[in-house]
């Protein structure tokens, strides 16, 4: 599996853990389920980050929205990083 693929699919995985976190946030679950508390340990450091500059609008957290597009900002860089280096 090339380089290029594995930081590919992982973008892919942490924007999906992301994603699975916003619908939770929408049905009652069980906070202390291990799998929920791993989703919700894995996405916070991301999406803790951006809520610190972008507040709550009513009932709305646009950061998850705000993590998207800097993910595939981020991916997008290190994927021309890798390019230019040939890896």
């Not at 916003?22 to 906070?31: K, Y």
């Not at 919700?40 to 957290?61: N, S």
């Amino acid at each position: 599996m090339s380089l290029e693929r594995i930081i590919n699919v992982a973008f892919q995985v942490y924007t999906w853990l992301i994603f699975i976190r916003i619908v939770l946030s929408f049905i009652r679950h069980n906070p202390y389920h291990p799998l929920i508390r791993f989703i919700y340990e894995i996405t916070e450091p991301v999406l803790g980050f951006f809520r610190r500059f972008i507040p709550p609008v009513g009932m709305l957290d646009f950061s998850p929205l705000v993590a998207f597009f800097a993910l595939e900002l981020l991916r997008q860089i290190i994927l021309n990083l890798i390019r230019a280096l040939g890896l």
